[in-house]
Each structure stands twice: as C-alpha cells, then as structure tokens.
C-alpha cells in the first residue's frame, strides 16, 4: 500500500506540474484503471463521430474560463436527433434543457458546457448555430442542452465575460480525434477536492463478443470530497479533504457526458446515466447539498437516430426497429 501511495502522489506532483512536465495521464505513468480496454484515444471521442471543441478564455489575473462543446455526430443535430437521457445526483444546478430530454428522449442540439452564469449566454450559441444550418431555415424553437459548474473561485465569473460568439466558437473548431484536457475551455476555472480541477476524460471498449461498443465519458470537474485514486485514499494521506478543519466546504458540480455507439434507448440511457455516478462515488465525490451533479447520456447509433420531420421526434419512444437492430 506505501508503494502505490507514494506512486500517486508522484502522480499528482507531476499533474500539478504541467509546465515543466506536459500533460501527464495516469496510463502514461503505468497506473492502469479497471480491467476493460480503452479505446484508441481513451477519450469520448473513440465513439465514432463524437466531436469536442474548446474555447478558453484566460485575461489578466482574473479571468479564467471558458466553454466545452460535446457534438453527438457530425451531421445536423436538429434534423437528425439522438436518443437521450439525463440523470440527477445532485440538482443544485442550472441544467438548461432537461424537461425536453425528459419527455421526449432525445437531444437536438450540441452539449455546451460552462461556469454557472455563462449558461444564458450558452443557450444563446446553440441557437444561433443551429438556426445558421442548412436546412434548418424554418426551425422556431431549439432545446438548447447547457451544464455548468461555479468557477468563482479562480475566476471572476460575475463578470459574466462567456459570449455567445464564443459558444459558437466551441461548436465550430469541435473535431474527433485527441481532447484537449485539464485547464481548457469549461475546465479552465474550476477546483476538484482542493486541487485544480478542469475537462477529463476515457473511453471503455467491449470485446466483439459482447458487440464491440465503445462508451465514451467527458467530465467537468468542480467537486469536493475525499481524494481516491484507484481505491487509494490520497486524500487522507495528504490531510487534504473535506470536512477537515471546521468543515470546509465540499460544494461544487461536476457535469458527466456519457456518448455510446451501443443501440440503446432513451430508457437505458437513464439507467447507464444512474450508474456513471459511481464514477464520481469511487473518485471520493459525494454530491454535497451545495453540489449540482448531472449525468447527460446518449447513443449515437445510426438505427436509433430521429428525423425531426418523423412523428416519433415528438414521442419518447421511436419505431421499435429504428431501437434495436
């Protein structure tokens, strides 16, 4: 146990060390993570078609923000929905957009993350690349999906300085392959039990025995707790958590984007949604009172996609054959 303690903290040296070290990942250091392999990039875009785009916005000594954009499939989200689901752990949070996924089962529009009172401007950015594509010159409403965590600590987030042209930003530079992680785009200002949080992400790929679907997971970390990596409680052994010292304050958020080529529904989803909390449980998170902790779940399985111009773009549950095939 000394050893593999020792091991992680040196991880975390060289993380918080980015400068001299680079970006630095635990399976570049030999720490490996669970028993199922990870797909090409490790990252939510080993799910064919997922795209992801940042803008980071850092002026001066007190700004230090941004916005994340997750892009479900390259064609035209709002013609060509996907099925989805969404989870509460925690709902102190201002989640745009979950009534609609709720009732219907679908996202029509990209994932926009950002700080707390960047999500109007968030909201503003989807509409505006949405009603800008092709096809869409008739559209008059966009259920626009934006997260977000509190980024007030690190940067002056009543400064509201998140625009819309930056959102659309996100959305147009987004593009598959490696993600950029750490401190960037959503990540840029935000804390994670006492350390520098930011975006995140991995990827698990089933063997062809069990279909071959890859699921894809992209976070925004702004959390408390205890530190555990790997089951090793870094927290305590640093005298670092929360709780400590006259109760600290554990409130934050993190928001959780799962992505899966699986043929899964809206239904499944949710219940694939309800279990990346234990995600966050297993890293030491335990979604305080002051915590918004959401889950937003989606396949982008070319049989599950909705027409918007199909009757069932308006119902929870599609054709059963466009389902599972």
Do not use: W
């Not at 997922?50 to 064609?75: D, E, F, M, S, W």
């Not at 997260?147 to 930003?169: C, F, M, P, S």
């Not at 935000?190 to 992209?218: A, D, Q």
Request: include cysteine; charged fraction near 15%.
């Amino acid at each position: 146990m000394k050893n593999r303690i020792l091991t992680f903290l040196l991880l975390i040296y060289m993380m918080s060390h980015s400068f001299s070290f680079g970006q630095s990942r635990p399976r570049d250091l030999g720490i490996h993570i669970g028993v199922i392999p990870t797909g090409l990039q490790n990252s939510i875009t080993d799910v064919a078609g997922v795209k992801v785009g940042h803008t980071t916005l850092i002026q001066g000594a007190n700004v230090r923000t941004g916005v994340t954009a997750i892009i479900p499939h390259p064609g035209n989200l709002f013609q060509s929905k996907v099925q989805a689901a969404v989870f509460v752990g925690n709902g102190f949070g201002k989640l745009a957009g979950t009534t609609q996924i709720e009732e219907l089962g679908n996202i029509e529009s990209p994932i926009i993350l950002t700080n707390t009172l960047g999500v109007a401007a968030g909201i503003e950015g989807v509409v505006e690349s949405t009603l800008s594509q092709p096809r869409n010159e008739n559209v008059q409403s966009v259920n626009a999906v934006v997260g977000e965590t509190n980024d007030g600590y690190l940067n002056d987030i009543r400064g509201r300085h998140v625009k819309a042209e930056d959102v659309v930003a996100a959305i147009s530079n987004a593009k598959d392959g490696k993600v950029l992680e750490g401190n960037v785009g959503a990540g840029t200002g935000t804390v994670c039990f006492g350390f520098k949080g930011g975006i995140g992400t991995s990827s698990r790929k089933l063997p062809e025995s069990l279909g071959g679907y890859t699921i894809g997971v992209l976070v925004q970390t702004n959390f408390g707790g205890v530190l555990q990596i790997d089951g090793v409680p870094i927290g305590v052994e640093l005298g670092d958590y929360s709780f400590k010292d006259h109760l600290v304050s554990v409130d934050g958020s993190c928001m959780i984007v799962v992505a899966t080529d699986a043929p899964v529904n809206e239904r499944n989803l949710k219940r694939i949604a309800q279990r990346a909390m234990m995600g966050l449980a297993k890293t030491g998170g335990i979604a305080s009172n002051g915590s918004g902790d959401y889950v937003i779940a989606f396949s982008n399985f070319l049989g599950n996609l909705i027409s918007h111009n199909s009757p069932s773009s308006n119902s929870k549950n599609p054709p059963t054959s466009k389902m599972m095939t």
